[in-house]
């Protein structure tokens, strides 16, 4: 059922903002180098799995679901000294990992499906579609940013994986956190878009 944008019932303006679901609290003041070990240590930990873009889904229940616990993450071949501290939910800490098992070898009750699609097909609630961003753009950040950009040495991920820091010239290297925002300039009837010079014909953007 479609619904007249200015027909559609009031919601907080935030909700309507992709991946705003994500509840975790990433304690940022609490945090120590050994906070991912400490959080794995925990028996409520969660992980999200993540390999070449794409997210690991167990199917469970004629649905997915995207938690794994540490143990049962093994066979995966996950790379756990490189996982991400997200933060805490109330369900205990939650990690995003990278696993090394190539999707083609996962057994048939796991399915590797990317991120755009396990988001725009909504496989997974909304928080955990928040976790799923946070934790994709982390592992994305130090996998680009592995060696410090003022000496060149390998950096080493530090605060559970929030910064990474140069054992050589002590430089501290943290993920880019620029907002963005895309805007509709809308009336009753019509709303407002643009072109690039550069965009192909018939194609036109938000602001």
Not at 75 to 95: A, C, K, R, T
Not at 130 to 151: D, E, I, N, T, V
């Amino acid at each position: 059922m479609s619904i007249r944008l200015f027909d559609a019932p009031l919601r907080e303006p935030s909700q309507f903002v992709g991946f705003a679901g994500n509840v975790i609290d990433r304690q940022s003041e609490n945090r120590a180098d050994d906070s991912v070990e400490m959080a794995l240590a925990d028996p409520a930990v969660r992980l999200l799995l993540m390999h070449g873009g794409r997210l690991y889904l167990k199917l469970r229940d004629g649905g997915f679901d995207p938690w794994f616990g540490a143990e049962e993450s093994q066979p995966l071949q996950v790379s756990l000294d490189h996982g991400v501290l997200l933060g805490f939910s109330d369900s205990g800490p939650v990690l995003a990992v990278p696993a090394g098992l190539d999707p083609e070898q996962l057994p048939e009750s796991i399915k590797a499906i990317d991120y755009r699609s396990v988001y725009m097909q909504g496989l997974i609630d909304e928080a955990a579609a928040g976790a799923m961003a946070q934790g994709a753009a982390l592992l994305a950040w130090h996998a680009s940013h592995r060696f410090c950009s003022k000496c060149g040495t390998e950096a080493e991920m530090r605060a559970g994986g929030y910064k990474r820091l140069c054992p050589a010239c002590a430089a501290e290297h943290f993920p880019r956190t620029d907002p963005v925002a895309i805007m509709l300039t809308a009336t009753r009837e019509k709303c407002l878009l643009g072109r690039g010079r550069h965009f192909a014909p018939g194609m036109y953007s938000a602001l």
